[in-house]
Every structure is written in structure tokens, then in C-alpha cells.
């Protein structure tokens, strides 16, 4: 799966999500690839017990040590396996949106845990990951080097994914950092449709099936 995402800073992460092979940090040396951190956190999640926000495309999560994050969809003009979202970490903006999209206009006072219950919000999955970051500079034919990123997930449920991410600045960039980010996911060997879904849909269809079914139902994209 492929996503863009805009940050807080006006920047744009593209990601692309894959299931890593054995090996993996060794391709990426051989790469020329270095090892930034390795890190672990826990991610909750919150929604309505109808899932009304994952439902509309809108996942609220407050990670240990960084605070809330609401992720909403933009509007993509590139065909193919990506999403495109708006990536909300200010509180003020983050409740703005909820009660937006739950219809709760006169809710909008105080931070994102002062209207978790008046807005019907509660958690609804929460995991740690084990994460190995991992930087390298790339560059094409012709064009300027730029930095991926790709990010080993491993939750404590026992699945594995990788992220390979690119930023940039202006939409246009996006369809260039996309096939930068194609090339090396295909030099890492990953297969050029591969749709690995994102940890937290995983965990709802190990532990929560009737959630998950329901966000089958909506059709929902499989963010995280």
C-alpha cells in the first residue's frame, strides 16, 4: 500500500507499506543504508463503538511519548495502490476535525481527552512495536539525491511490517518520490502489487472480527 501524507510542517510524507523478507536490514546495508534507532512505543487507538471514524477514513491514535494524531483523507489526483492523507498532531485542530466529521459542533472546547466521552470515543485497540529505522540516500537518473526512510515494524502480536518514506514539498514531487520509492521497494524485494495492510487492521482481524468486518462493510482504507 502506498500513501501520501501532509504533515503538520506543510511537508508530504509518501509511504509505501511491505512485508519484509528474511534479510532485510542486510539488503539495506548493502544498499548503503545506515541504521538511525531502534526504538518501541505503544499506539491506542480511538473510535465510536460504530467505528464512525475509521468508517469516513479518519484514525485517531495517541502514541507513548508523542502525543495525539488524527489522520483524514485528502484528495489524490495519482492513480494506483495509494491513499492520500492530512496528518493533524496540533489538539486544537485535531478536535476541530472530530467533531466535524462526528457532527458534535458544540463539543469543540479543551484538548482531544476532554472530548474522548462527551464525543462517544473510546479505545478500541492499542499494541507495542518494535521499530528499526533505517535511512538512505537515493537518486535517479538526472535527478536531485533525496533521502527514503524505512521504518521495520514488529507489533507484540506477532506481525512484521516495513514502510519505505519519502518527503517532499509540493504535491507535483509526489509522483517522482512514488517511483523512487517503487525502485527500492522492488530492490528490497518486494512484489509491485503487494498490499500489506497496516499493523492496526491486522490487530482488529486477529482480535476484534466484528470491527473488522464492519470496516469491510464501509470499505474503509487500511490505514497504520
Not at 510542517?9 to 509505501?16: D, K, N
Not at 477514513?57 to 495517541?62: A, V
Not at 507513548?64 to 483523507?73: A, D, F, R, V, Y
Given at each position: 500500500m502506498i500513501l501520501?501524507?501532509?504533515?503538520?510542517?506543510?511537508?508530504?510524507?509518501?509511504?509505501?507499506?511491505?512485508?519484509?523478507?528474511?534479510g532485510i536490514e542486510e539488503r539495506l546495508q548493502e544498499l548503503g543504508?545506515?541504521?538511525?534507532?531502534r526504538i518501541t512505543f505503544r499506539?491506542?487507538?480511538?473510535?465510536?463503538?460504530?467505528?464512525?471514524?475509521m468508517r469516513s477514513?479518519?484514525?485517531?491514535?495517541?502514541r507513548?511519548?508523542?502525543?495525539?494524531?488524527?489522520?483524514?483523507?485528502g484528495a489524490s489526483?495519482?492513480?494506483?495502490?495509494?491513499t492520500e492523507y492530512k496528518e493533524l498532531t496540533s489538539e486544537p485542530a485535531v478536535v476541530a476535525q472530530l467533531c466535524e466529521v462526528l457532527g458534535a459542533e458544540g463539543q469543540?472546547?479543551?484538548?482531544?481527552?476532554?472530548?474522548?466521552?462527551p464525543l462517544g470515543l473510546q479505545e478500541v485497540a492499542s499494541f507495542v512495536t518494535k521499530r528499526s529505522s533505517w535511512k538512505l540516500v537515493f537518486s535517479g537518473v538526472n535527478e536531485e539525491?533525496?533521502?527514503?526512510?524505512?521504518?521495520?515494524?514488529?507489533?507484540?502480536f506477532g506481525y512484521a511490517v516495513g514502510e519505505v518514506e519519502a518527503l517532499v514539498q509540493e504535491e507535483t514531487e509526489v509522483p517522482v518520490a512514488l517511483k523512487k520509492i517503487n525502485t527500492l521497494s522492488s530492490m528490497l524485494g518486494v512484489p509491485a502489487q503487494e498490499r500489506a495492510p497496516g499493523k492496526l487492521i491486522v490487530y482488529l482481524q486477529h482480535f476484534c472480527p466484528q470491527d473488522y468486518q464492519r470496516l469491510l462493510e464501509g470499505n474503509s482504507s487500511t490505514e497504520d
Open positions: 501520501a501524507e501532509s504533515m503538520a510542517q506543510g511537508l508530504i510524507e509518501v509511504e509505501r507499506k511491505f512485508i519484509p523478507g528474511p543504508g545506515t541504521l538511525e534507532h499506539d491506542t487507538y480511538y473510535d465510536t463503538p460504530e467505528l464512525s471514524l477514513n479518519h484514525w485517531l491514535r495517541q507513548e511519548g508523542s502525543g495525539w494524531e488524527l489522520k483524514c483523507p489526483g495519482i492513480s494506483g495502490p495509494h469543540a472546547g479543551g484538548g482531544v481527552a476532554a472530548v474522548l466521552v539525491e533525496s533521502v527514503l526512510k524505512v521504518d521495520l515494524d514488529t507489533a507484540d
